[in-house]
């Protein structure tokens, strides 16, 4: 009577978890906005917020939700460079965590008080601290830069997605220390009301700006094109090349004022190190870690998986983000699988498939098509699985809210919860025979990565050619005997 009675309320307290976890779904639904994705696609981010734009690039954001059903929210962000562009200095109140998925960058950033410079390419991924001033810059002249980021807001102020600080600036976008009265500046800058408003006034065409394209950008250019050890050896005789040529009785009036700029601004921002030729920068910053060079953590036939920790990657650990890169042949799929440390955030970089979701009470969640530039989300603890389109494998990245191994459980398959608890009690559960659940638990061979009927099918022709195609290429070198 006793067991019957525990069994009885364990059975009670399961029902309430349950209801208590849709509860707080369904509330979050509620409480949403109208346009928000429909039921069908209720993991879906589909809020995008343009936080930049110009003709020399753009940022897009999409916005995380879910509430109290995640644990840690985390938006992501898109940014497109056009070639030779700047996005200029700043530092916001977020941490980016930034994925070049195409194209060169250079990114500049100050750390632990000293300027530092990294060279990205393709697959790299680095970390940028909120309240870490940087800038970025595409280096090449013909491409396209195109970055993926995640932007954690649990240090932001809250005032928006997230907020940018610009260093420098004037009319568009402001510089943060515009906001200042003109007697504070004059006594900061030591310089007259009129040379500051000149400086603070000049830039007018956005965040993102070409370079090589005038006087002031070309500085930018032969500065950003410098090696690190370089550039404040190059910014101390930038001033004193300026200050000779302010000297100048017929140097224009737009020159001096770009030579003035420059000046104050790199002498206000580095100060002594400026004036002090022979102090390099020694402290080194860390180093970017390429996703493309990593072998895949788990490989067969029908696609691979890689994951990025904080034990593999250092940086990961303060962000507390972990990340991933999956690819799927045509037709294949993850196996069913819950996250147990993390919710996860994906991006569709190649390919179009359907991602599955479950809702804790074993009802469908989403069953949604996804395609390339989708961005999805799942919940720790939910069940789901993605699956390739028969035409075309599906090759998604993403980030997790975790920086320790995230260990996926995958529920079915020949490493699977399902086959190593295989026994009389997963049985009973079921309701049948042990035997019925030994030859259902064991019927799949492969792990992980999955092969649906079409895709095992193309697999299996794919062999067989292989084979046709040795057969023959033996006949041709007489190889086969009786030939």
């Known amino acids: 009577m006793g067991s019957r009675m525990s069994l009885l309320m364990l059975f009670l307290v399961l029902c309430h978890g349950v209801a208590l976890t849709m509860g707080l779904w369904r509330t979050e639904v509620e409480e949403r906005e109208e346009g928000h994705p429909r039921p069908d696609k209720l993991f879906m981010m589909l809020k995008s917020k343009r936080v930049a734009q110009t003709d020399a690039g753009e940022m897009r954001v999409l916005e995380s939700y879910g509430g109290r059903i995640l644990e840690r929210r985390l938006n992501i962000g898109f940014i497109n460079m056009e070639p030779r562009s700047l996005f200029i200095p700043q530092y916001i109140d977020s941490t980016l965590i930034i994925f070049l998925r195409s194209g060169e960058a250079k990114l500049g950033f100050i750390y632990k008080d000293k300027l530092a410079e990294r060279h990205l390419k393709m697959g790299d991924v680095y970390q940028i601290p909120a309240g870490s001033a940087f800038y970025l810059v595409n280096i090449e002249e013909a491409q396209k830069l195109h970055i993926i980021c995640s932007i954690d807001p649990s240090e932001s102020l809250g005032i928006d997605i997230f907020q940018s600080f610009y260093l420098g600036g004037g009319a568009h976008p402001a510089s943060v220390l515009s906001g200042f009265e003109p007697q504070i500046l004059e006594t900061a800058f030591n310089a007259s009301g009129e040379e500051l408003r000149k400086m603070f006034t000049r830039q007018h065409e956005g965040p993102i700006v070409h370079v090589g394209d005038s006087h002031a950008t070309s500085i930018w250019t032969k500065f950003l094109q410098l090696k690190e050890e370089d550039k404040l050896q190059h910014l101390r005789e930038m001033v004193q090349q300026e200050?000779?040529?302010?000297?100048?009785?017929?140097?224009?009036?737009?020159?001096?004022?770009?030579?003035?700029?420059?000046?104050?601004?790199?002498?206000?921002?580095?100060?002594?190190?400026?004036?002090?030729?022979?102090?390099?920068?020694?402290?080194?910053?860390?180093?970017?870690?390429?996703?493309?060079?990593?072998?895949?953590?788990?490989?067969?036939?029908?696609?691979?998986?890689?994951?990025?920790?904080?034990?593999?990657?250092?940086?990961?650990?303060?962000?507390?983000?972990?990340?991933?890169?999956?690819?799927?042949?045509?037709?294949?799929?993850?196996?069913?699988?819950?996250?147990?440390?993390?919710?996860?955030?994906?991006?569709?970089?190649?390919?179009?498939?359907?991602?599955?979701?479950?809702?804790?009470?074993?009802?469908?969640?989403?069953?949604?098509?996804?395609?390339?530039?989708?961005?999805?989300?799942?919940?720790?603890?939910?069940?789901?699985?993605?699956?390739?389109?028969?035409?075309?494998?599906?090759?998604?990245?993403?980030?997790?809210?975790?920086?320790?191994?995230?260990?996926?459980?995958?529920?079915?398959?020949?490493?699977?919860?399902?086959?190593?608890?295989?026994?009389?009690?997963?049985?009973?559960?079921?309701?049948?025979?042990?035997?019925?659940?030994?030859?259902?638990?064991r019927a799949q061979h492969e792990a992980v990565i999955l092969p649906t009927p079409w895709a095992a099918h193309a697999h299996d022709h794919k062999v067989k050619e292989e084979v046709v195609v040795d057969i023959f290429q033996k006949l041709a070198r007489n190889e086969i005997m009786g030939f």
């Open 243 to 441: 200050q000779e040529e302010e000297e100048e009785e017929f140097v224009a009036e737009e020159e001096k004022q770009t030579s003035w700029s420059w000046r104050k601004l790199l002498e206000s921002v580095f100060g002594d190190e400026i004036k002090n030729t022979r102090e390099k920068v020694t402290k080194k910053s860390p180093h970017s870690c390429n996703l493309y060079d990593r072998k895949p953590d788990f490989k067969n036939s029908y696609g691979w998986s890689v994951a990025l920790d904080g034990s593999e990657y250092s940086p990961l650990k303060s962000s507390g983000v972990g990340i991933y890169h999956v690819n799927l042949s045509a037709g294949s799929m993850m196996a069913p699988h819950v996250n147990p440390r993390a919710t996860e955030y994906g991006i569709v970089l190649k390919g179009s498939g359907r991602i599955q979701i479950v809702f804790p009470n074993g009802s469908n969640a989403m069953d949604a098509h996804i395609k390339e530039g989708d961005v999805f989300f799942i919940p720790r603890y939910f069940a789901f699985c993605q699956i390739a389109s028969r035409g075309e494998p599906l090759e998604f990245f993403g980030f997790t809210t975790s920086a320790q191994k995230n260990r996926p459980q995958f529920l079915v398959g020949a490493t699977s919860l399902m086959r190593t608890m295989v026994g009389p009690e997963l049985a009973a559960a079921f309701g049948v025979s042990e035997e019925t659940m030994n030859r259902v638990a």
